[in-house]
C-alpha cells in the first residue's frame, strides 16, 4: 500500500514538473529579413522560386495575408518592431543617420525582466545599439548595412571583428554559438537580422546563378506610365533608368579590389570584356569603391568574376537598348535577388533542424518576417516606401506548435505595431500604455475581438533620397487605398481596390467615389489624432 502511495505521488510530483515546464513562457525567435518580398515566397503564391523552409514555418503555424508597415524602410521598421510605436513616437523617421533614441522603452527590456535572455544577431541598422539585449552581434561597415563577403561585426561591448565567409551563412553560425553559450534554464529571445535580400543582392558562391534557366514573367504593369499619379511619375526607382548595370547588375564589375589595387591591374583585368575600350584614371577608380564587390577575397572574387565575366560577354554581344534592355535588366535583377534569398532560406533549414534536434522546437516560437515590401517590377520599380500594396504589405509567418492551430490563414489586418504586443503577450507580459498597437495573438488562436481593426495608418517621409519617393500619409482599408502626398507632390489619390487592385488608377477625382471619399477622409483623421501625429493633422488640414 505504502509502495502504491510513493508511486502515485511520484507520478504526481513527475507530472507537475512536467507542466510547469509547458507552463514556462517559450522561447521566440524572430528572423527578420531585408526587403524580402511576400510575393517572392512559395507559401505567399510564387510558383517559380521555393522558399521550402520558410513555407514549413507557414505549414506548421499561421501565415498573415494582411501584415502591414507603418513606414516602409528598413531603420524605421526596425525602430517600430522595438518600441510598438510609429516613428512621429519613436523619433526614426528615415535611414538619415541620426541615431536611434536608446533612452525610450524597448519591448526586449520587458522579456529581461520577466527572466528571458535577449539577443540580436546581424543587420539592426539603428545607428545605435538600444537597451534589452544580453548579447549583441550586429552588422557594423556601411552605415549599418554591412558587407554580403568576410561582413564586420559590432558587440554589446562596441568592439569590432570582420569574419571570413558570407554574411548569412555567419549570421547562423552566430545564432548558433549564442545558443551554446546561452543560460538553459531560461528562456530566450533571439533577433537573426538578415542581410539578403537587400541591394546589390549578392548571391552566396553556391547560389550563382541557381535560376538563370528561368524565364521570370514580366508584370503586366511593368511599363507603367504613372498616369493619374504625380508621385509615381516623380520616384527613381525604376529598373528601366535606376537600376545600374555595372553596381547593381554587375555587368563589367570588377571584383575583389580596393582603393589601393594598382590601376594597372584594373586595366588589365577590365580587357577582358572590353578589348578596345580605353577607361580613364577616374573610371578605373570608380571600380574600387563599391565596398560590397571589395570586400570579396581572392576565391571569392574569381568565382564571381567567372560567373558575371561571362553574363558581361553575353550582354555586350547583344547590344540591347530600350525595352529590350529594361526587360533584360528585370531578368538580371530577378535572378540575383532570388539566388541571394535562396541562402536565406536554406539558412532558415539550419536553424529549423537545429530547433528539431535540440528538442527546442516544441518549445520555440518561431517568426519569419521581412522589414517592409518590395517591388519585383510591378510598375517597373525595385526598392520600397510606396503605400501601394507590394511595400506596405510584408510577409509574417509564425509557428506555435500546441497554440496555433497547423495551416492557419490570417486575412485581418495588422500592422508592425502590433508585433512588440504580440510578442510580449506569447511571453505573458502586458502591453505597457505608451505601446500604440495590440497583441493579434488571439487572432492567431482563431479567436479575433470583434472590435478588432478594419484599417492601417501610414505615414512615410524619407525624401528627396535615395529614390525621390514623395512623403505621404495615407489609409487602407480591405477596399479603398487614400492617400495625401506633400512635400515633393501635394495632392491626394484615391484606388478602388475592388477594380483596381494593382492600384494604376488614382479615381480621387471621379464624382461618384466623393460620399466613399468623405468617409474616409474622416477617419483617417480619427487615425491621426488617435496615433497623435501632429505634424499629419496640420498636412491633413491644409487644403491644396
Ligand atoms: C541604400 C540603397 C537604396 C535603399 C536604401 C535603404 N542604395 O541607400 O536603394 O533604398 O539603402 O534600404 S545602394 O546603392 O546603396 O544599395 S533599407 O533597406 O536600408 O531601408
Ligand atoms: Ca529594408
Known amino acids: 500500500m505504502k509502495k502504491i502511495k510513493l508511486l502515485l505521488l511520484g507520478l504526481f510530483i513527475g507530472t507537475a514538473i512536467i507542466n510547469a515546464q509547458h507552463q514556462q513562457h517559450p522561447n521566440i525567435i524572430l528572423i527578420f529579413s531585408d526587403d524580402h518580398a511576400y510575393q517572392a ?61 536608446t533612452a525610450q522603452l524597448v519591448f526586449p527590456q520587458l ?25 549583441l552581434n550586429v552588422l557594423a561597415s556601411a552605415g549599418g548595412q554591412g558587407h554580403y563577403f568576410n561582413p564586420t561585426f559590432v558587440n554589446i561591448n562596441n568592439d569590432t571583428s570582420t569574419y571570413k565567409g558570407y554574411v548569412t551563412n ?29 541591394r546589390s543582392w549578392l548571391p552566396d558562391l553556391p547560389d550563382l546563378g541557381a535560376y538563370d534557366a528561368i524565364d521570370f514573367p ?30 547593381d547588375l554587375k555587368i563589367g564589375q570588377i571584383f575583389g579590389i580596393n582603393r589601393n589595387t594598382d590601376l594597372n591591374e584594373i586595366r588589365k583585368r577590365l580587357k577582358e570584356y572590353y578589348p578596345n575600350k580605353k577607361f580613364t584614371d577616374k573610371e578605373l577608380r570608380n571600380f574600387a569603391r563599391n565596398s560590397d564587390y571589395s570586400s570579396l577575397d581572392a ?15 553575353k550582354f555586350e554581344a547583344q547590344k540591347l537598348n530600350g525595352k529590350d534592355l529594361a526587360k533584360w535588366k528585370f531578368q538580371r535583377y530577378l535572378k540575383d535577388y532570388y539566388a541571394t534569398a535562396r541562402s536565406m532560406d536554406r539558412n532558415i533549414g539550419r536553424i529549423l533542424s537545429y530547433l528539431d534536434s ?6 520555440t516560437v518561431v517568426i519569419y ?78 479567436q479575433t475581438p470583434h472590435n478588432w481593426k478594419k484599417d492601417i495608418y501610414y505615414h512615410y517621409y524619407e525624401y528627396p533620397q535615395p529614390h ?44 461618384e467615389y466623393a460620399p466613399i471619399i468623405a468617409q474616409l477622409k474622416s477617419r483617417l483623421k480619427e487615425l491621426i489624432i488617435h496615433y497623435d501625429d501632429k505634424e499629419a493633422l496640420d498636412i491633413f488640414n491644409t487644403p491644396i
Not at 522579456?111 to 548579447?135: C, D, E, R, V
Open 41 to 101: 515566397i512559395s507559401a505567399y503564391g510564387n510558383n517559380l522560386v521555393q522558399t521550402p523552409h520558410i513555407d514549413r514555418i507557414a505549414k506548421e503555424g499561421a501565415l498573415l495575408e494582411n501584415n502591414f508597415v507603418t513606414n516602409s524602410i528598413c531603420g524605421p521598421s526596425r525602430a517600430t518592431l522595438l518600441t510598438g510605436k510609429y516613428s512621429h513616437k519613436n523619433g526614426y523617421y528615415d535611414n538619415g543617420g541620426t541615431p536611434f533614441n
Open 218 to 247: 514580366l508584370p503586366d504593369d511593368f511599363f507603367d506610365n504613372y498616369e493619374s499619379r504625380p508621385a509615381a511619375q516623380q520616384q527613381d526607382m525604376t529598373i528601366d533608368k535606376t537600376m545600374r548595370l555595372k553596381e
Open 170 to 198: 555567419l549570421i547562423t553560425d552566430f545564432f548558433f554559438e549564442w545558443m551554446e553559450q546561452r543560460d538553459p534554464n531560461k528562456p530566450f529571445f533571439a533577433v537573426i537580422g538578415e542581410k539578403a535580400t537587400h
Open 468 to 511: 525621390h519617393v514623395s512623403p505621404h500619409l495615407g489609409i487602407r482599408t480591405k477596399d479603398y487605398l487614400l492617400i495625401r502626398f506633400y512635400k515633393g507632390v501635394e495632392g491626394w489619390e484615391f484606388f478602388d481596390l475592388k477594380k483596381d487592385p494593382k492600384q494604376l488608377y488614382n479615381v480621387y477625382n471621379q464624382k
Open 111 to 135: 522579456l529581461q525582466q520577466n527572466g528571458y535572455q535577449t539577443a540580436w544577431i546581424g543587420k539592426m541598422h539603428l545607428n545605435a545599439l538600444p537597451k534589452g539585449f544580453n548579447y
Open 299 to 313: 576565391e571569392q572574387a574569381a568565382a564571381y568574376q567567372k560567373y558575371y565575366g561571362e553574363i558581361t560577354k
Open 358 to 363: 535540440t528538442g527546442l522546437s516544441k518549445n
Open 369 to 446: 518576417a521581412s522589414d517592409q515590401g518590395f517591388y519585383l517590377g510591378e510598375h517597373g520599380w525595385f526598392d520600397k516606401r510606396f503605400i501601394y500594396d507590394q511595400s506596405l504589405k510584408t510577409a509574417f509567418v509564425i509557428r506555435y506548435p500546441g497554440v496555433i492551430k497547423p495551416g492557419t490563414r490570417i486575412k485581418e489586418f495588422v500592422s508592425n505595431v502590433d508585433w512588440a504586443p504580440t510578442l510580449l503577450d506569447i511571453a505573458g507580459i502586458k502591453t505597457p500604455s505608451e505601446m500604440q498597437g495590440a497583441s493579434f495573438l488571439p487572432i492567431l488562436k482563431q
